[in-house]
Structures are given as C-alpha cells and as structure tokens.
C-alpha cells in the first residue's frame, strides 16, 4: 500500500478464498466475491481494528 500511516485506506480480502476484493475507505459495505461468490460484510471500525 502506498498509504500514510493515519489514512484508513486498507485492502478488502475474500475471507474465503483471500482474493483481494477492492482497496479504499470503507464504511459499510456488503460485496460478493466474484471468484468464489462468498458474500460477505465489512466495517470500517472492526476492519480498522483488525489491521493494526
Ligand atoms: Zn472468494
């Protein structure tokens, strides 16, 4: 990643099959893995969480 460290830019994984789904500012958001066709939920708060 090519971010500072206080951007909370981070990149989005299938947690199934670890396939990158997309990289920005989340909020809330609800995507289908067009691979594997998971669908899952992401937020910015736990995610923010996980990656530090
Ligand atoms: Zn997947």
Do not use: A, H, W
Not at 39 to 48: A, G, S
Request: proline share 2%; net charge positive; glycine share 4%.
């Amino acid at each position: 990643m090519n971010c500072n460290t206080d951007c909370t830019c981070i990149e989005i994984r299938c947690k199934r099959c670890k396939r990158l789904l997309m990289k920005g500012v989340v909020k809330n958001v609800e995507i289908k893995c067009p691979k594997c066709g998971y669908i899952q939920m992401f937020e910015e708060t736990k995610l923010i969480k996980n990656s530090r």
